[in-house]
């Protein structure tokens, strides 16, 4: 009788490179899948997949060389544990990419064998990755708003104006939807440019185009974006942009010191969250007064002052002071109305304000804020530097002209 063997995995991207993985294991013996349920990814992953598992599921019984698959039950990196519990496998198969001492000792504990493939490709044929893949997907920038942002709105710089102050990122890291990092506009760019932004315009002036065309006369609801969110990616390195009672800024102005892009690189980071939950608000119970917004004014002037000058005290202080200011005009940033909360996880209930008060207090943490309008999606964090990112935080490459 064949051995029973086992090898786990999202395959979202399907390629080359896994059906040479399972013609591989399946030498060992009939050959079982377990694959990643769209939850797991979502909440391992922090995106979306491509395809629904029902799709993965379909193509991955479809290749020859598999015996069954299954839909994983469980979460996280050990979300097959149930599955292997029901099929009771000899083996265990891995990539020397996915092996893990969690797994081995897992195996060890149930009786099961564990096997260690390298990752060879088929003769003839390129070596393939999903990683890899995943860095031909289109280059369009997103950006992260760093202090005073709201008051790209008519409606708050009418109480005084102000400046907001944005940085453009390279897409380096997966960039999740309703996370405040500006997809909307992100998705409204790739309909012109599907792979990258055009390099021989006027930095400027493609963001006007991109804030006219996101906000045409006829968009569903009337709801008109802040410009901060097109000229933040569209305009490259360190950008400040003067509102006053109008969409479009008065001044922009623009910082691509070498020295200073590279300085905050070395303390800016980012640390998934979850996206927005569908159903809240974040303007409800809005506080929009002048003394609030000249606070969120002032905490923005604080902030471009210190950056110049590569005062961390000073910019730690500011960008919370900014975040702070942000959060008494609009307190459903962090507490929005009508979210319907998850259950509690492992004593943790996923909330913005469980998630401030995990980092807030890690060593070399000395400010946060969310980027967007809040809600979820990411903390960004101010540290003393580099060496003291937490454990799963996105370091951050701050794009240059001409990239």
């Known amino acids: 009788m ?10 979202d991207l399907l390629h080359s490179g896994h059906v040479e993985f399972f013609r591989q294991a399946a030498q060992f013996g009939d050959l079982y899948v377990g694959i990643g349920s769209d939850a797991t ?13 029902q799709e993965r599921l379909f193509m991955v019984k479809s290749i020859r060389y598999v015996k069954d698959a299954f839909i994983n039950a469980g979460s996280g990196v ?3 544990v149930p599955t292997v519990e029901a099929l009771k496998p000899d083996l265990l198969v891995v990539n020397e990419d996915g092996g893990r001492e969690e797994k081995r000792r897992f195996c060890e504990e149930h009786g099961i064998g564990y096997v260690v493939l390298k990752r060879v ?8 990755s999903s990683t890899d893949l995943k860095k031909t997907d289109p280059q369009i920038p997103t950006r992260l708003d760093l202090a005073g942002t709201w008051i790209d709105q008519p409606y708050v710089s009418c109480h005084a104006p102000g400046w907001a102050i944005t940085i453009s990122l390279e897409p380096t890291f997966e960039i999740r939807e309703r996370c405040g990092l500006s997809t909307s506009t992100r998705n409204v760019i790739k309909k012109i440019w599907p792979f ?14 991109v804030f006219c065309f996101e906000n045409h006369p006829e968009r569903e609801g009337g709801h008109i974006s802040g410009a901060q969110d097109a000229i933040g990616i569209c305009m490259p390195g360190l950008c400040r942009h003067y509102y006053d009672n109008h969409f479009w800024p008065e001044r922009i102005e623009s910082c691509c010191d070498e020295e200073i892009l590279s300085w905050l690189e070395g303390h800016l980071c980012m640390i998934p969250m979850f996206p927005r939950r569908p159903g809240c608000s974040v303007v409800e119970g809005s506080n929009i007064t002048r003394e609030n917004v000249i606070a969120l004014a002032d905490a923005a002037n604080a902030c471009w002052n210190a950056i110049m000058a590569r005062d961390l005290k000073a910019f730690a202080s500011a960008y919370k002071a900014s975040f702070d200011a942000q959060t008494t005009l609009f307190p459903g940033m962090i507490h929005p109305s009508g979210e319907q909360l998850p259950e509690v996880d492992d004593g943790f209930l996923p909330t913005v304000e469980a998630y401030i008060k995990k980092y807030s207090v890690m060593p070399g943490v000395l400010a946060w804020k969310m980027p967007g309008a809040g809600g979820g999606g990411y903390l960004a964090l101010v540290c003393e530097s580099s060496d003291s990112f937490p454990e799963g935080a996105i370091p951050l490459v701050i794009r240059r002209p001409g990239m």
């Open 78 to 80: 050990m979300d097959f």
């Open 196 to 209: 990258q932004l055009p390099l021989n315009m006027d930095p400027e002036m493609l963001a006007r185009l």
């Open 121 to 128: 490709p088929q003769d003839g044929l390129q070596a393939r």
């Open 41 to 53: 990814i979502l909440e391992y992953k922090h995106h979306k997949p491509v395809y629904s598992e």
């Open 2 to 11: 064949a051995k029973k063997v086992f090898v786990s995995g999202c395959y």
